[in-house]
Antibody, heavy 116, light 108 residues
Framework: QVQLVESGGGLVNPGGSLRLSCIAS????????MSWIRQAPGKGLEWVSYISIDGSNADYADSVKGRVTVSRDNAKNSLYLEMHSLRAEDTALYYC?????????WGQGTLVTVSS | EIVLTQSPATLSLSPGEGATLSCRAS??????LAWYQQRPGQAPRLLIS???KRATGIPARFSGSGSGTDFTLTITSLEPEDFAVYYCQQRRTWPPGTFGGGTKVEMK
């Protein structure tokens, strides 16, 4: 069955950095676009970034553009999100999702807390 | 940017009752609309894509309809596990694929 398992979240000071990871299994990872979607505590869903099948194309929400880089390693069935210059408003649960005509599978999320 | 407005914000119903959730787009998204369910403490899961196509394993009591700017998610005869928050997402312009603010279906 399809599984997406995120890791790498934690408590970080404002201005700090984190690298989130997502390991995929149960499907051919290299056949799918992938996204990161986040959810601030008690709030709704916000798309953060996507990456194309071979990693040649990516895009970012305006709220994170210039501070975040998405990448993937198809040989390792892995998706990554490098986050820099973190702000309090980046505090959220970050989900890795598989993309088809919708975000059809979601991981359980990894929590990023930006606070001093 | 396409804005999605979901209504009502909260729906108070009893098990066995039907639910009708609305999602309105600020401009046409054709049929490129998805619905997700998020139970408390869980990740969202896909219910409906392309306005009316049920995702794998989704019970038939969930149905989606609409096109253009007005969409509806209907749940016939609510089960206890259906009390959750429901989000719509437009896929007409993806990325970013904006989400609506959500409708909470709570138990009366």
């Amino acid at each position: 069955q399809v599984q997406l398992v995120e890791s790498g979240g934690g408590l970080v000071n404002p201005g700090g950095s984190l690298r989130l990871s997502c390991i995929a299994s149960g499907f051919t990872f290299s056949d799918y676009y992938m996204s990161w979607i986040r959810q601030a505590p008690g709030k709704g869903l916000e798309w953060v970034s996507y990456i194309s099948i071979d990693g040649s194309n990516a895009d970012y929400a305006d709220s994170v553009k210039g501070r975040v880089t998405v990448s993937r390693d198809n040989a390792k069935n892995s998706l990554y999100l490098e986050m820099h210059s973190l702000r309090a408003e980046d505090t959220a649960l970050y989900y890795c999702t598989r993309e088809s005509t919708a975000a059809d599978y979601w991981g359980q999320g990894t929590l990023v807390t930006v606070s001093s | 940017e396409i804005v999605l407005t979901q209504s009502p914000a909260t729906l108070s119903l009893s098990p066995g009752e039907g639910a009708t959730l609305s999602c309105r787009a600020s401009q046409s998204v054709s049929w490129y609309l998805a619905w997700y369910q998020q139970r408390p403490g869980q990740a969202p899961r896909l219910l409906i894509s392309d306005a009316s196509k049920r995702a794998t394993g989704i019970p038939a009591r969930f149905s989606g309809s609409g096109s253009g700017t007005d969409f509806t998610l209907t749940i016939t005869s609510l089960e206890p596990e259906d009390f959750a928050v429901y989000y719509c997402q437009q896929r007409r312009t993806w990325p970013p694929g904006t989400f609506g603010g959500g409708t909470k279906v709570e138990m009366k």
